[in-house]
């Protein structure tokens, strides 16, 4: 997520999951070493550019394919400080998309994002994080439900703040957040379509205490409150909470692993639509077998807002396993594999994707590499009109980071 800052997601998931996952390629595994940056006095500037072509087979993400190339463009530019203990860091990014056959697919996307880290004594840190952003829903996704003539663009602000105590037996760390999604209006068969019903606050808290029973293993209580409020249709309001327990446990400084379960609640203001009722549940797990290995497994679930006035939430879980060797001194081949399932509260409608995407990276300079990709999906679904679709992809480009 372009606006969720490194730290934040692990204790608020949901502002991380502003968007739902994307239906296309992950960018994780392209992304490369991490650029050693401008130095501008006790400044950094951190320069990166991405480009590629890709051919899609099915860019709408529907049974009836429609197939195209696409170019697309991700520069970034971060700036961040270089100092003993405080710490302050701004982020720009943008992306361009434009289609060969299909120019009315063509989306611009960009975020501006900021996070100030206070370091005080007794280890507790204040962390502050806020950002403004342009996205869009992608084709395929659960906020991609009309079939608009363009995709549909929206505006994403967030601000949060979290404090923290670690490095002692008892750790601790509370955050509170709120963000705010507004929705552009849409074309329809180049009618304009109000899409206010969709606009919505999410305000979140949380805290989490983990007592270190030694230096490798810990058990943690995470407890998070949700509320959604929407400007229309105030009988979708919800406010809810997860709770849940688990462990962390450092095997040794090459295996590390996070597992909780416990039980998420949403309850819907209107007492015609049904409440959200599910075990909740946590996994993260990194292996690096080798010194040229790494493997990774990151699960989740969350409570999402919904697209549709007829709904009020999307029970959404995720569960994604990457993949990475190094190949030579200059080659790193990666695979990441994706499971998502949206569960639509209000009415009987159940998705599941699977993707996965296959990755070689190769660099050509400190600062340059070339990359290619293959990747597909597949969704299927049930009940009430769900959406099904095959797709399969390609990429090829370059990344320079300064």
């Known amino acids: 997520m372009w606006l969720s800052g490194p730290l934040l997601p692990l204790l608020v998931p949901e502002l991380a999951r502003a968007q739902d996952h994307p239906v296309e390629m992950p960018e994780t595994l392209v992304e490369g070493l991490e650029p050693k940056g401008i130095r501008l006095g006790s400044v950094i500037a951190l320069p990166r550019v991405n480009f590629d072509l890709r051919y899609d087979d099915n860019i709408y993400n529907r049974p ?3 197939s195209d190339g696409v170019a697309v463009v991700r520069p970034a530019l971060a700036l961040q400080t270089d100092l003993p203990r405080h710490s302050l860091r ?3 990014r943008a992306e361009a998309r434009r289609y060969f056959d299909t120019p009315q697919e063509n989306s611009r996307q960009w975020s501006l994002a900021g996070s100030t880290r206070l370091d005080f004594a007794e280890r507790i840190t204040l962390t502050l994080d806020s950002g403004i952003a342009r996205r869009i829903e992608r084709r395929g996704t659960y906020g991609d439900q009309f079939f608009t003539d363009r995709p549909v663009a929206f505006i994403d602000k967030n601000v949060s703040a979290r404090i923290a105590q670690t490095g002692g037996v008892i750790e601790w760390q509370a955050s ?3 963000q705010k999604v507004d929705y552009r209006d849409a074309l329809q068969s ?3 379509v109000d899409q206010s019903f969709r606009d919505v606050r999410r305000d979140s808290m949380a805290v989490q205490v983990e007592y270190r029973r030694s230096t490798k293993l810990g058990v943690f209580v995470r407890a998070v409150g949700t509320r959604l ?7 979708r309001n919800s406010r809810g909470f997860s709770v849940l327990g688990g462990v962390t446990y450092r095997i040794t400084d090459l295996v590390s692993m996070e597992a909780g379960v416990g039980y998420v609640k949403q309850n819907i203001r209107d007492p015609q639509r049904p409440d959200v009722s599910a075990v ?6 990194s292996w690096t077998p080798t010194p040229r290995a790494r493997l990774e497994l990151d699960g989740a679930r969350t409570v999402e807002r919904s697209p549709l006035a007829l709904g009020a939430t999307i029970l959404q879980s995720s569960l994604v396993a990457s993949g ?3 190949v030579g001194s200059r080659t790193l081949v990666g695979l990441e594999v994706g499971f998502l399932n949206n569960d639509y509260n209000g009415f009987d409608r159940r998705e599941t994707r699977l993707q996965g995407e296959f990755t070689v990276s190769h660099k050509l300079t400190p600062n340059v590499a070339a990359f290619a990709g293959l990747s597909g999906r597949h969704q299927r679904g049930s009940g009430v009109t769900p959406r099904e679709y095959d797709g ?5 480009g370059a990344r320079i980071a300064i």
């Open 64 to 66: 009836d394919k429609v």
């Open 90 to 92: 701004l982020d720009a």
């Open 176 to 178: 509170i957040g709120t």
């Open 190 to 192: 180049g009618v304009r």
């Open 229 to 235: 409020v929407y400007d229309l249709g105030r009988e």
């Open 280 to 285: 909740d549940y946590r996994v993260k797990f």
């Open 324 to 326: 990475s060797l190094a």
């Open 392 to 396: 399969f992809a390609a990429r090829i």
